[in-house]
Each structure stands twice: as structure tokens, then as C-alpha cells.
């Protein structure tokens, strides 16, 4: 394998390789080239090529990369096979959609239950109780909590979470979080990636 420095950014690529390869499989295809998938995902191709160098060195001249062969590798450098426990806190639409999408096992993270203070939302199957949560993580050893509750509450459930012993927050909830040391926080804004969508658009009309 090339000694190709991992950056940031491709961190945040291989998912979306693995995607659309999974996605290729599913329609049959048996192999692929750098160049196909650079064309098809809109990257350069010197750039893909490299990457793929550091996930696998099976590509071949006017052949390219086995599919089924690429996703092993890929899963293999994404360790799918050591999946990292998840919960998510709020049970509202989208908690409860994050809870039943199912593709997240195929990025090597599994997401085992949610958890809301309403006693509605509660099933106590997939939905548990907030009073459950600590005790939950502790039993089955989750790293990555998921936060999906109005802006009011994050910064209470962030700071239950770390004490639960968390490492990685996902954060869907409007409101920065402050980074503690040793805890890795991923800040998703729905409504400003919209905005930032809508201004690009209006820069290209």
C-alpha cells in the first residue's frame, strides 16, 4: 500500500467511495476503474487514484478493480467488521429516522437505541428511557452518541453523555458544542448545509 498521507478531507471521502461501490455491486457490475469513478463522483482522477492506493493495491491496467474485492478492502480500512456502538437522544422525526436507517452498519457503526424524556415516544424496545441511558452505554460499551434534541436541551444531554463515558458526538442539534478534551464532536446543521446550497445557487444563476 502507498504511504499516501490520510487527509481530512479523503476521511471524509471514503464513505461516499463506499457507497457508490456498494451501490455498483447492487446493479451487478464486476469491476471498475479509477477513472469511471472519478467521472462518476465527480473527482480527479490523479486524486482518486491515489486514494484507492492506500485502501488497496488490486487494481489492475485497462481492467481496473474488482467491486466485490474493493468493498472488502474498504470495509477492511473502515475495520465494518469492529462496529463502534451508537444511541441517539430525541426520539422526534429525526431521531426516530436515524434510528431506522439501516445503512450505517455498513460504515462500521451500529445504532442501537434511542432515547427521549417523553414517555410517549417510549417502546422500550428500540426507545428507551433517559433514566436508562447511562447504564445502557456502560452495559454495552457505546462510544458515539447522537444528539437530535431542540437546542434548549444539547448542551444538558452533551454533558450527560460525556459523563456516561461518550468519546464521539454527532451533533444535529443548532447549538455549538464546547470540545472537551479526549471527545471528538461532528457538527451537522441541516439548515445552514441548506443555506449554503441555496446561496450557491443563486451565485451560479
Request: aromatic letters at 8%; hydrophobic letters at 45%; proline letters at 2%.
Amino acid at each position: 500500500m502507498s504511504k499516501y498521507v490520510i487527509s481530512f478531507a479523503m476521511m471524509n471521502r471514503l464513505p461516499l467511495y463506499l457507497d457508490y461501490l456498494l451501490n455498483l455491486e447492487s446493479k451487478g457490475v464486476q469491476n471498475v476503474s479509477a477513472t469511471t469513478i472519478a467521472k462518476d463522483m465527480g473527482l480527479g482522477e490523479v486524486l482518486v487514484r491515489k486514494e484507492l492506493s492506500v485502501i488497496s493495491g488490486k487494481g489492475k491496467p485497462r481492467v481496473g478493480y474488482k467491486t466485490s474485492s474493493l468493498i472488502k478492502d474498504f470495509d477492511n480500512f473502515l475495520q465494518v467488521d469492529k462496529a463502534s456502538k451508537a444511541i441517539i437522544v430525541g426520539a422526534g422525526k429525526l431521531g426516530r429516522a436515524l434510528l431506522g436507517y439501516s445503512r450505517f452498519s455498513k460504515f462500521g457503526v451500529d445504532v442501537l437505541a434511542a432515547f427521549d424524556s417523553d414517555i410517549d415516544k417510549i417502546d422500550n424496545k428500540k426507545i428507551f428511557s433517559m433514566n436508562r441511558l447511562k447504564q445502557f452505554i456502560k452495559d454495552n460499551k457505546v462510544k458515539i452518541g447522537i444528539i437530535t434534541v431542540p437546542r434548549e436541551n444539547a448542551v444538558e444531554v452533551y454533558e450527560t453523555l460525556i459523563d456516561a463515558g461518550i468519546k464521539g458526538i454527532w451533533n444535529f442539534a443548532p447549538v455549538i458544542l464546547k470540545k472537551k478534551p479526549g471527545v471528538m464532536v461532528k457538527q451537522q446543521n441541516l439548515a445552514l448545509s441548506l443555506a449554503h446550497l441555496n446561496i450557491m445557487l443563486r451565485n451560479e444563476i
